[in-house]
């Protein structure tokens, strides 16, 4: 449920109001506004009952049920996208935000390199593993705490945001206290422990789409993480597993779409995952900023014949910087289409 109060009702009456909520057994999860309040109260069951309640009392404007069984993270409570600001970025905003960098951290030199190109040519992230869910366990499986003293440094020289992905919650404070931007990885879309210490972990979270998971599933993993106490939370499409072999995965572009209709969170697009191969990816890029994705993750490298992973589906630096260049055209089309959708919001 989703209660609006009136215009600037008092603290009392905000309370009264959760009282009331709280007497019918539910539970207030957020209030939010200050002008005007805005409560969320997830109830099961029939909530006829208490919705009848609360507007019959004089201090509330509008009682509404969420029909989504994603409450927090849909559309239907918030219409206004949700903005996410790491450093210099705002993520959901009027940019769209690259997130560029290796598949994962291996050396002080590479992501030195990996962050210096990746800021010069328009990044306001930086990407890089430290924990890697490999397929294999004889497969390098990332430098673990060492890596996120690299990503840190190269932070500082650049001041790009660092994003990276976090793999069990015994692990979440740990990498919260290096990074900005906490990936979940494919493989844990679903990891409902991870999930729940990402609410009170302090830091935004970039989601990442299972690989067999439909788009229901995806946001219901993201309301876990709201439910918990964070609502900073991107979601990424990064191609799901069909039939197809031509490709690593098959890229649901039409996610991003859908997501855009069903949620106010930021939805980013990581073309190399989903393709797998990086003669595609500039192309996928280009998808993803005409669908009105909010920005893309992908994997560049300074030498991608040496790289420990992925490294046929990472850029060189000379293609990332042409693929940048190359997107400016469309990214100023997103801007004026990102103003129009802002404004009929509002
Ligand atoms: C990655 O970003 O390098 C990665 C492992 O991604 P995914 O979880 O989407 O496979
Ligand atoms: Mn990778």
Redesign the pocket.
């Known amino acids: 449920m989703i209660i609006s109060m009136k215009l600037h009702a008092t603290p009392q009456e905000v309370a009264q109001v959760r009282a009331r909520i709280e007497e019918f057994g539910y539970k207030v999860h957020s209030i939010e506004g200050e002008e005007r309040v805005v409560i969320g109260a997830v109830g099961v069951g029939d909530v006829t009952q208490c919705l009848d309640s609360l507007e019959a009392m004089p201090q509330v404007e509008k009682a509404v049920r969420i029909s989504a069984p994603y409450k927090f993270v849909s559309r239907e409570f918030r219409p206004a996208k949700t903005e996410i600001t790491v450093r210099e970025a705002v993520i959901g905003g009027d940019e769209f935000v690259v997130m560029a960098g290796p598949?994962s951290v291996e050396s002080e030199k590479q992501i030195l390199e990996s962050a210096d190109i990746a800021v010069r040519h328009g990044a306001k992230l930086l990407r890089g593993?430290a924990f890697k869910?490999r397929t294999s366990p004889y497969d390098f499986q990332g430098l673990e705490e060492e890596g996120l003293k690299l990503l840190d440094k190269a932070r500082r020289a650049t001041g790009l945001g660092i994003v990276t992905?976090v793999m069990s919650d015994r692990d979440v404070d740990m990498v919260a206290s290096y990074a900005d931007v906490l990936?979940i990885?494919?493989?844990n879309m679903q990891n409902f422990a991870l999930l729940k210490t990402l609410g009170k972990c302090g830091r935004p979270i970039l989601l990442?789409r299972g690989m067999s998971s439909t788009i229901k599933e995806l946001l219901m993993s993201a309301e876990y993480i709201v439910a918990h106490g964070n609502s900073n939370v991107m979601l990424c499409e990064?191609g799901i597993r069909t039939f197809e072999t031509a490709t690593r995965n098959t890229c649901d572009i039409t996610a991003v779409a859908v997501l855009n209709e069903l949620t106010h969170l930021p939805v980013i697009l990581?073309p190399s995952?989903a393709t797998g191969k990086r003669s595609l990816v500039p192309a996928l890029a280009r998808a993803a900023v005409a669908i009105g994705a909010d920005g893309m993750i992908v994997e560049m490298h300074p030498q991608p014949e040496k790289a420990v992973s992925?490294g046929a589906q990472s850029l060189d630096p000379k293609q990332y910087a042409r693929m940048m260049a190359d997107l400016k055209p469309y990214i100023a089309l997103w801007k004026q289409a990102r103003m129009a959708e802002t404004a009929a919001v509002v």
């Open positions: 598949c593993g869910p992905e990936q990885g494919a493989r990442k990064r990581d995952h992925d």
